[in-house]
């Protein structure tokens, strides 16, 4: 072989071997897509994770409001009614402290409440529990850090609260907390992170708000972030994964939005996804379950219920590009044909 095609063989080849090495795409922020739907379209209702599913609790669809106990169970992708409370209720937000449901507040079909209901799945008994808020309650989030729940502003009927209060399932006890959020705001989202309790937007006296908040449960202290929401929003639902919060849909003041915005306490990064919601909704409650986030219904911007199951996956995991390794076979075979046939005519000449 003459230098000149050794040359050119050991070219294709280095160029082979570096084109064909495949890549991955960045990966996605998240990928979104509709699993399910629910039994009929609500919103206003809450949501909790029992460690093996998502139970959706309440609701209104317009026309009533819901006593429903609905049971979604991801391996199967399948939404069924569990049962009923002993009452109605909406606008109530839940948590699971590991035994039990605990709903509070709200609203049913007649008045607005402060009561504490207590739901077991496994026996579908409701409790109605000894201990009731200060005042009546709507548009309030709540949260489990594992030894109490907290529950965080909302609207009593005259005002918007800026009141937390922290709920002992065990003894049925409520403590007024001495922090308060820095003005009364309801129709907020708030996570637990294991060392703080994060609470985004809502809307105060004034309108929308893109505040985040932070409460430290150990301190009794509330502080609001220098980092903020991308635009003021209201009915918001949010889901926490352990590394970040996600925070989903909502109202900006004017109509529904599609958003999903990822926060990152550790470094403060607030950023706006670009992957969205189905369409605009807000008044949805959602579920994590320790792989993706599930939201339930909620109302669309032109103000229908929606029946939707959306499950939202972080990362949404890379994808590997082969388009290198093709490319370096096409060049390599070319410059081998362009290489045999040079060779051939010098061979003639």
Do not use: C
Not at 51 to 78: H, R, S
Not at 133 to 138: A, D, Q, V, W
Not at 143 to 163: K, R
């Amino acid at each position: 072989m003459s230098k000149t095609k050794l040359l050119i063989a050991t070219f294709v080849v280095i160029l082979l071997a570096l084109t064909a090495i495949p890549s991955v795409r960045a990966s996605e922020d998240a990928v979104v897509e509709v699993v399910a739907h629910l039994p009929r379209a609500q919103y206003r209702s809450s949501a909790v994770w029992t460690g093996t599913e998502a139970l959706v609790i309440g609701g209104t669809d317009d026309i009533d409001v819901f006593a429903d106990v609905v049971a979604f169970n991801p391996m199967e992708n399948n939404a069924t009614l569990r049962g009923y409370l002993s009452d109605e209720t909406m606008t109530s937000p839940a948590i699971w402290d590991g035994h039990y449901v605990f709903i509070f507040a709200g609203e049913n079909s007649s008045s607005r409440q402060s009561r504490v209901l207590r739901y077991d799945p496994a026996s579908n008994v409701t409790t109605v529990m000894g201990a009731d808020l200060p005042t009546t309650r709507i548009g309030a989030s709540a949260v489990w850090d594992g030894h109490n729940a907290y529950v965080l502003g909302g609207h009593n009927g005259t005002a918007i609260e800026s009141a937390v209060f922290r709920y002992n399932t065990t003894t049925d006890i409520f403590t007024v907390m001495s922090a308060r959020m820095p003005v009364g705001t309801g129709g907020t989202s708030a996570v637990w992170t294991g060392t703080g309790i994060y609470i985004f937007g809502g809307k105060t006296a004034s309108g929308a708000t893109d505040q985040i908040l932070r409460y430290d449960p150990q301190t009794d202290t509330m502080s609001e972030l220098n980092e903020t929401l991308p635009s003021p929003r209201f009915h918001t639902s949010a889901a926490w994964d352990g590394e970040d919060a996600y925070i989903f849909g909502g109202n900006d003041g004017a109509r529904a939005i599609a958003d999903i915005v990822r926060f990152t306490p550790a470094t403060g990064e607030v950023k706006l996804l670009a992957e969205k919601l189905p369409g605009p909704r807000e008044m949805t409650s959602v579920a994590w379950d320790g792989h993706e986030a599930y939201v339930f219904g909620g109302l669309s911007e032109l103000m229908h219920p929606l029946d939707e199951i959306v499950s939202v996956r972080p990362g949404g995991g890379g994808e590997v590009d082969w388009t290198g390794l093709w490319l370096g076979v096409i060049i390599a075979v070319a410059v081998l044909i362009v290489v045999s046939i040079a060779g051939v005519m010098l061979r003639k000449k």
